[in-house]
């Protein structure tokens, strides 16, 4: 709630504790897996989830990897097709697609590495 109070003919908003909680909410990530609790103000919408910057990196870098094993994980199956091995030319194009996202892969890990500072589960 913002109240105003005059002195010496100036004007003066003020913003109490709740109004300045709702204008800042906390990270959502709320109680991490280590026990810790983020009290950080969350800035970034992530998946319906207000997060603080570090935490949306995190997620966003875990989302990635996820996404692109899936991929890595799909056309390894294709591969593994018998009558889509007889066929040379779609054989060579889903090897160079598993290529490619396999590269990309690397450094999604990466990326995810930076965001949760090397460990395995930051959150």
Same mark, same amino acid.
């Given at each position: 709630?913002? @109240? @105003? ?10 913003? #109490? ?7 800042? =909410?906390?990270?959502?990530?709320? %109680? ?5 609790? $983020? ?7 992530? *998946?319906?989830? +207000?997060? $603080?910057? =570090?935490?949306?990196?995190? &997620?966003?870098?875990? /989302?990635? @990897?996820? +996404? ?8 390894? +199956? $294709?591969?593994?097709?018998? =009558? &889509?091995?007889? #066929? %040379?030319? !779609? ?8 290529? *490619?996202? @396999? ?7 990466? /990326? +995810? ?9 930051? !959150?």
């Amino acid at each position: 709630m913002i @109240t @105003t109070h005059s002195h010496e003919g100036k004007d003066y908003y003020l913003l #109490n504790a709740s109004a300045a909680a709702e204008a800042h =909410p906390c990270c959502g990530v709320g %109680k991490t897996l280590r026990g810790g609790e $983020c009290d950080r103000s969350g800035e970034i919408e992530f *998946q319906g989830l +207000l997060l $603080c910057e =570090p935490h949306a990196e995190q &997620l966003q870098a875990q /989302d990635r @990897t996820d +996404l692109l094993e899936g991929i890595v994980s799909s056309l390894s +199956l $294709c591969l593994s097709s018998i =009558p &889509l091995r007889k #066929n %040379k030319e !779609l054989s060579v194009m889903l090897r160079a697609q598993r290529a *490619q996202a @396999t590269r990309e892969l690397a450094h999604a890990r990466e /990326d +995810l590495r930076r965001a949760t500072g090397g460990k395995e589960e930051a !959150l």
